[in-house]
């Protein structure tokens, strides 16, 4: 049967590290899903400091959107992140409805194989209102994703300046 972990909190507020140790304590040969896309130098300078920090024991997979290709049964998995895994859907039609909906049946073709998934998800919609319109919108899609995300989770645990704070 899937387990799911969803944990969230802030910008630097330690998700992954979190993700990354659970997932040891879990396994001793974890996976871990990168869905960035590399925009700019500065950011991929912060994915190289992402991969640096976990060892030789991980799988690592990089997958910008479909993670259902990857047939992780049995496993324990890291989805880092949510955030960016949306970014990648939603920049191709800027539609929140038609987004939300595919990344819904995505998420359950994923998930419907037995593993420990622990997906990293931000909290943007914690801080002000954007003035940008686009912004406002993925706020709204990121945050109806993460209540998806949060409603099938087994566990939810939110980071608060390092601190783990179980939800659910």
């Known amino acids: 049967m899937s387990r799911i972990i ?15 140790e659970l997932a040891l304590s879990l396994a001793s040969d974890p996976v871990y ?53 949306l970014t990648n859907f939603f920049f191709e039609n800027q539609n929140v409805e038609e987004t939300l909906k595919v990344v819904k049946e995505e998420f359950e073709n994923f998930t419907k194989n037995d593993a420990t998934y622990i997906f990293v998800t931000n909290e943007i919609g914690s801080g002000g209102v954007s003035d940008s319109a686009v912004q406002r919108q993925f706020t709204d899609l990121e945050g109806w994703m993460n ?15 390092g601190i783990a704070v179980k939800i659910k």
């Open 6 to 20: 969803l944990i969230t909190g802030g910008q630097r507020s330690g998700k992954s590290k979190k993700a990354e």
């Open 33 to 85: 899903v990168a869905t960035a896309h590399i925009w700019d130098e500065e950011f991929g300078e912060r994915v190289r400091r992402h991969q640096e920090r976990r060892g030789p024991q991980w799988t690592n997979i990089e997958e910008e959107k479909f993670l259902s290709r990857h047939n992780l049964m049995g496993r324990v998995v890291v989805i880092d992140c949510v955030t960016l895994w």
């Open 147 to 161: 209540q998806y995300i949060a409603s099938r989770a087994n566990e939810v645990i939110l980071m608060v300046s």
